[in-house]
């Protein structure tokens, strides 16, 4: 089982910056591919960025690409997702995800473990 809790979420101005964190409040990252997703009110959720666990390249959706950024601390068991120049349509729900595979998927529906999300908003 993997248990993920988000944070870092809030209110920001456009071109602002605000870095997300994803620690795992049970089990480890280890054995896991790990995302991050987004959902905006009335829309699907979509695909942000994967996490690799190995050092491996990281992918982006092409919105944020440029923008965003992943990290990870593994002494933390922790995950960060960093978002530069924000813009009001980067305005979410952020979600990290977990999935019993070593290969990150773009598809949320490939993921076993979701945090409770944590808001972004963007103002203009």
């Known amino acids: 089982q993997l248990r993920l809790v988000e944070s870092g979420g809030g209110l920001v101005q456009a071109g602002g910056s605000l870095r997300l964190s994803c620690a795992a409040s049970q089990g480890t990252f280890r054995r896991y591919a790990l995302a991050w997703f987004r959902q905006a009110p009335g829309k699907e959720r979509e695909f942000v960025a994967t996490?690799?666990?190995?050092?491996?390249?990281?992918s982006f959706s092409e919105s944020v690409k440029g923008r965003f950024t992943t990290s990870r601390d593994n002494a933390k068991n922790t995950v960060y997702l960093q978002m530069n120049n924000l813009k009001p349509e980067d305005t979410a729900v952020y979600y990290c995800a977990g999935r019993r595979n070593i290969d990150a998927s773009f598809l949320s529906r490939d993921y076993d473990f979701w945090g409770q999300g944590t808001q972004v908003t963007v103002s203009s």
């Open positions: 996490i690799t666990w190995s050092g491996g390249s990281n």
